[in-house]
Nanobody
């Protein structure tokens, strides 16, 4: 079982930026496809971005051009840089291996 701990959420104004981090336990991190999901109130959890061990990325259409997923295998950490944030980006953001999930970090975009 992989322990995942997210950080970096908070309150930001529309148009602002935040960078989320997710630290993973274990020695096999570089082998995992890592994903960020989010869940807004009253909505289903949805995929935001995904990155393979080799760095291939995939994004939801709603965040393309604004969010960037990256990873540092030496630090067992995956990141989500979020720019040009919109109120509709407000959600709890989760880091996952698709088997294991973090506890989530709240992102609120509001003026």
């Amino acid at each position: 079982q992989v322990q995942l701990v997210e950080s970096g959420g908070g309150l930001v104004q529309p148009g602002g930026s935040l960078k989320l981090s997710c630290a993973a336990s274990g020695s096999m991190f570089s082998l995992y496809v890592m994903s960020w999901y989010r869940q807004a109130p009253g909505k289903q959890r949805e995929l935001v971005a995904q990155i393979t061990g080799g760095g291939t990325t995939n994004y939801a259409d709603s965040v393309k051009g604004r969010f960037t997923i990256s990873r540092d295998n030496a630090k067992n950490t995956v990141y989500l840089q979020m720019n040009s944030l919109k109120p509709e980006d407000t959600a709890v953001y989760y880091c996952t291996t698709l088997r294991d999930w973090g506890q989530g970090t709240q992102v609120t975009v509001s003026s």
